[in-house]
């Protein structure tokens, strides 16, 4: 039901139960898409995420010149070919490529498009042209790439391409993948090593994927490399389930009394599963099994019950990005366990789709629980037992993944909530309600 964009989550009507399998990894669908839109060759991609982000990022490599045959498969993902622009490079797009909502696109983009004698101006919507570009802007200026306006830190920005980039060696000032991609992506074409090392270790999608295409790249703990040039081949890609939609799951079975969950085919890539680790250390029952890999991502079963002993911890800084986009949900288990939970360093936080930071926050506090930030930290202090007044509304602020942390409130809790605008799930997890409606053991 939906009325002036606020949408009612009713309270499930029984435990979580049973088995399922989450749409596709959004970190893996882009790369799958920008890396074979640079191949020479037709890559076969399955178990795509079908979702506005991905889309942003077929229709840019589609206006730069490359081929996406793609079509729907029976659960719901995209699956088909993808012939690139290979070595002879993109072509000149007719107008600004629009990113949409999604900074994965516009900030990856900047990377493909550098190497090459073309200018290519990169927009999205309302909230990705507050977002900081610099962190991409600037490595890829030390290379030898152009931006225009010159020293302008935000979305619109055009990129000026060259096609004699120099290496760098470059220490990032944050953990960022998105920041480490583009860089390893113009340094697929620049003459010797490229390296990027961060201070501590982000998703290594790229690191993984990279040598299936026939690149030359290395991945370490906290650094990845790549030795140009290189024309990237095409290959086949198989995309697993995404752990950051599989969390939201997870948690509602922790919280929901009853409740006993797996997931099957997720990505259980170590980068990606920290919040695992998290809901571990506070005592929620969660198991991982890996079953198989695809390329050299792991995947496998997350298995979750109902956990009525939840204690708060604290998770330092350094395991802060392995579970980034998962602490605002995180943060509402926080709010249902016993004693303080801090998050050490999630300044990050700030530059997401929104502010999360102030987003959980202010949530918190509209829910009754103590929540706080100390400079990059976030203290929440736990109430078992916590019960929602009826009435509540939340904001989703258009940001996907809040607007399913705050549904988690009304679906595990004893009265509905309001979400505003929460038709932001389409960015990453479209079938979010038909997910637990499946689950749901009446
Ligand atoms: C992503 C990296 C992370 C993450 C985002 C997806 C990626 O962002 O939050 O949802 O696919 O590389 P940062 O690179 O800004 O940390």
Request: proline fraction near 6%; charge should be negative.
């Amino acid at each position: 039901m939906s009325e002036n964009d606020i949408t009612i989550i009713e309270p499930l009507r029984g435990p979580l139960d049973g088995s399922c399998r989450v749409p596709g990894d959004k970190s893996i669908s882009h790369r799958a898409i920008l890396f074979s839109a640079m191949a020479e060759g037709t890559t076969r991609v399955s178990g795509v995420l079908d979702s506005n982000d991905v889309r942003s990022s077929i229709q840019a490599v589609r206006q730069l010149g490359a081929e996406v045959n793609l079509t729907k498969a029976i659960d719901g993902s995209l699956e088909g070919g993808i012939t690139g622009w290979g070595a002879k490079g993109p072509s000149q797009p007719d107008g600004p490529i629009d990113c949409g909502n999604s900074g994965t696109t516009a900030r990856l983009l900047m990377g493909v498009v550098a190497p090459w004698d073309i200018r290519v101006t990169i927009t999205g919507d309302e909230s990705l042209v507050t977002r900081p570009m610099r962190r991409i802007t600037a490595p890829l200026m030390k290379m030898g790439v152009n931006f225009e306006p010159a020293g302008r830190e935000t979305l619109p920005l055009t990129v000026v391409g060259d096609r004699n980039l120099h290496p760098i060696d470059y220490d990032a000032p944050m953990s960022s993948a998105q920041l480490k991609t583009a860089v390893i992506l113009a340094g697929l074409y620049a003459k010797g090593t490229t390296t990027v090392t961060e201070p501590s270790p982000s998703r290594n999608h790229t690191e993984l994927m990279l040598p299936e295409y026939g690149a030359d790249t290395t991945a370490g703990y906290r650094t990845a490399s790549v030795n140009g040039p290189c024309q990237l081949k095409a290959c086949e890609v198989s995309v697993p389930g995404d752990p950051s939609s599989a969390s939201f799951l997870v948690c509602a079975a922790v919280l929901k009394r009853g409740s006993n969950i797996q997931i099957e085919n997720v990505s259980l890539n170590p980068a990606r599963t920290g919040f695992v680790r998290t809901l571990e250390r506070m005592g929620a029952n969660i198991d991982t099994r890996i079953t198989g890999y695809a390329g050299k991502e792991a995947y496998g079963i997350i298995s979750a019950a109902y956990s009525p002993n939840l204690a708060g911890c604290e998770i330092p800084a350094q395991h802060i990005a392995s579970e980034i986009d998962e602490i605002p949900v995180l943060a509402m288990v926080a709010a249902h366990a016993r004693g303080i939970t801090v998050f050490r360093g999630v300044g990050e936080l700030k530059v997401k789709e929104s502010n999360r930071l102030a987003a959980v926050v202010d949530v918190l506090g509209q829910i009754g629980v103590d929540a706080w930030d100390e400079g990059d930290d976030l203290f929440i202090q736990g109430q078992p037992g916590l019960r929602l007044e009826p009435g509540l509304v939340f904001d989703s602020r258009k940001d996907h993944r809040l607007a399913m942390t705050w549904s988690i409130l009304g679906l595990c809790g004893s009265v509905p909530v309001g979400i505003r605008d929460f038709d932001a799930v389409k960015v990453s997890f479209p079938t979010f309600r038909a997910q637990f409606e499946e689950l749901v053991k009446e």
